[in-house]
């Protein structure tokens, strides 16, 4: 999916761990990460990458659009969230995009997390007034 004259893929990991170890040895721009992996989690593996390698973009792609786990990855730093089933188009825009310095969450989610922030700071609001 990354057959892209501006992309060199450079490793492939299965796990968590061997994601994290790769990531040291080859020290890419940018890494595509799942969130379910076999031994530790996408999310903690891209914690311990940022904490180790901030220069580094992480780019969560994963089946789940629960809320909780964008937060999780926003928290853990990375630099995008997609879903996967997105197109090869959007995927190599994607690495292209944070490459570049950017970020981005996949458009279908935004809507539900703009929600949950107006949500919470429509409670927040009501506490001041209520205190």
Known sequence: MLNDPSIEVVGEAATGTAG???AHQL???VILMD???PDIDGLVATEE???EMPEVSVIIVTGDD???YIRRAIDAGATGYLMKGSTREVLIQAVKMVHAGGSLID???LSSLAHDANEE????GRENIDK
């Open 20 to 22: 994290v170890e790769l």
């Open 27 to 29: 020290s890419p721009n």
């Open 35 to 37: 969130v379910n992996l």
């Open 49 to 51: 990458i940022k904490r």
């Open 66 to 68: 629960s809320r909780r």
């Open 107 to 109: 458009a279908s989610l």
């Open 121 to 124: 700071s429509g409670e927040a």
